[in-house]
């Protein structure tokens, strides 16, 4: 089964760090550019991250530069989130895409809440 699986999730206070995880299973993620999405609740699914798939180029949304770092093993066939400093802001469910020209892939998402 084609499939990938967030993990990493859950709650932590503010300025506190978490590092996500998504791991494909059925496929070969280098094939593969992969993306971290945040959706809050009453809120629209917005980009977070991506990354390519050599891991040689990545992108930040404005709002989580300098705090958020993706990085990708290949070789576990894994891409990682780490988040830093987190905000209240920062609470929504987090699903990865890997994607490329002929398919892509979602996960089923892990929830982050920050809060004290």
């Known amino acids: 089964q084609l499939q990938l699986v967030e993990s990493g999730g859950g709650l932590v206070q503010p300025g506190g760090s978490l590092t996500l995880s998504c791991a494909a299973s059925g496929f070969t993620l280098d094939y593969y550019a992969v993306g971290w999405f945040s959706q809050a609740p009453g809120k629209e699914r917005e980009g977070v991250s991506r990354?390519?798939?050599?891991?040689?180029?990545?992108n930040y949304a404005d709002s989580v530069k300098v705090r958020f770092t993706i990085f990708r093993d290949n070789a576990k066939n894994t891409v990682y989130l780490q988040m830093n400093n987190l905000e209240p802001e920062d609470t929504a469910v987090y699903y990865c895409?890997?994607?490329?020209?002929?398919?892509?892939?979602w996960g089923q998402g892990t929830q982050v809440t920050v809060s004290s």
């Open positions: 895409n890997a994607y490329q020209l002929a398919s892509d892939y």
């Open positions: 990354i390519s798939r050599s891991g040689g180029s990545t």
